[in-house]
């Protein structure tokens, strides 16, 4: 009862293989185009069956040894270590970004590519993808802050050989700080050749990590932020010996079970300081800045696997004389969760390409790309709890048994809006972009600039609410602290809103000018006239349900756009 259905996610994607085409090279489009077949396939088949056992069977832990030594080991289910092969090995999701040759690119793989890759696996299977995000930010960091230091880690970890390859984590959280990082207590006492680390975290995921990179104070470098430094933490110290990490206790977590999530002690723990002692903090949130658009992603993801389930229930189950899908409530109630879906992974493809450009040196896009992943991280992540929870009721009764893969959809999407940090988090920090940096003005300029470019009539009013937005940005800045605190999170929840309904714009006006028709048109105008009348449902857009869901050609006519 958990099968994803007849054909690969690839293939039942409205949305994906049109905006890789605009994102996108050929010679890249090219290349991926087959590992979206296979990958796609695998989700929908060994994947998904996977996925269920390994959530039905979550991680264990052992302390001891049968002999007393302590050995803190953790022992998955056989699928969970089948997925892992699959993820890192056959498709090499955690090192594609990082070197050339996987899956054939002469280049490393653009993050473009790597999200829509991993936007089809974690449809089938959420919990591995946080190792495979932590991963693959690990090895970023230590190559943009300490490439020469750590040259053997970044090969672990960017390796897709069985025998070779590495898994990476982000010891972060401590229970007397949490959300202030400012109130990190763990310490770290210098040996000359590396450092020893004491103390406790409080969350910590994929525990049994090879590579560990924390945070720990630093003895005379100043209180609060700055004085932590960024550490890494091997699992094995370079004798080979065990390093001194207690697992203490696994998390008995709400969702995302087949990944084990645990509380440690680090008991004079070999270390060794990453970068600059001093920029400790600063070089750990860029890992967690990928991880938030990581989390969006992963969002997305679940929303698009929800949709795709409502559909497929929908058209199958007949009532009162005919299927629900044709029913005007069902209808009125689908067509918010295909826009939440589609418009969500437009954002997150958007966020790896401006990510690509930022990574290739491109300053502007590096602005935007800041201010864009809290957003995606803000919106995103809260729609997905909403969507899956929505899918559930469509399903009626049977969307409530854990046969059906419906309570794990709910379950692992609350994660995505707490982990590198909660929604009120997050909006402070889209605050915090603003003050430094007027990102609101470059989020403003930017889209603007971009609709200045198309021809479709709702361009002109959108760039109108722009201006708006630009405008109540400053005046939101000039309120005392309180206010700004208090009133961003709307503010924040309008600017996503904004830049979605700008890409689908956007992309509505590619797919019509090479040949796709105006479905993107009709999916573009829909969340437009909902931006500002939540409950709207134009009577053309319900009555062309089915090809939004889909993929199916409009025209001009059909789409009542222009």
Known sequence: MQDINHAGPADGEPALRPLLERLLSDEDRARAEPVLEE??????GELDTLAAVADAHPPRLRQYAPDGRRIDEVD?????????????????????????????????VPHTVKYALSYLFVQSEFGLACPLSMTDSAARVLRLFDPDGFSEEIAALTSTEPGTRATGAMFMTERQGGTDVGKTETTATDHGGHYTLTGHKWFASNVTADVILTLARVPGQGE???????FMVPRRRPDGSRNAIRIDRLKDKLGARSMASGEVTLQDAYARAVGQLARGFPQMAEMLNVSRLSNAMRSAALMRRAVRESVQHTRAREVFGKPLFDQPLMRATLLPLLLDAEAALG??????????????????????????????????????????AEAMEIRGGNGYIEDWVNPRLLRDAHLGSIWEGSSNVIALDVLRCMRR??????????????????????AASLAGRW?????????????????????????ADDLARTVMGTLLLEQAEHEAATGRGRRKALVAHTWLARLDAPHALPPHALAHLAELADGGHLDEEAAHVS
């Not at 498709?91 to 054939?104: C, D, I, K, Y």
């Not at 940096?437 to 021809?455: S, W």
Request: include cysteine; glycine fraction near 10%; proline fraction near 4%.
């Open 39 to 44: 990958l796609g396939a695998v989700a929908a």
């Open 76 to 108: 998955h289910h056989p699928a969970f270590a089948r997925m892992e092969e699959l993820a890192y090995e056959r498709f090499g999701l955690a090192a594609m970004s990082h070197r050339p040759g996987v899956l054939g690119w002469p280049t490393p």
């Open 224 to 230: 609060g932020t700055r004085g932590l430094g960024m």
């Open 347 to 388: 954002l997150v493809l958007e966020g790896a390409a401006r990510l690509d450009e930022a990574d290739a040196g491109d300053g502007a896009a590096r602005e935007l790309i800041r201010m864009l992943t809290p957003l995606a991280k803000f919106h995103v992540c809260k729609r997905a709890r909403q969507v899956t």
């Open 437 to 458: 940096e007027t990102a609101h003005h470059t989020l403003a300029d930017t889209y603007v600039h971009r609709l200045g470019g198309l021809t479709l009539k709702a």
């Open 467 to 491: 201006a708006r937005l630009r405008e109540e940005g400053d005046l939101l800045l000039e309120l005392p602290e309180e206010a700004q605190q208090s009133g961003v999170a709307a503010y």
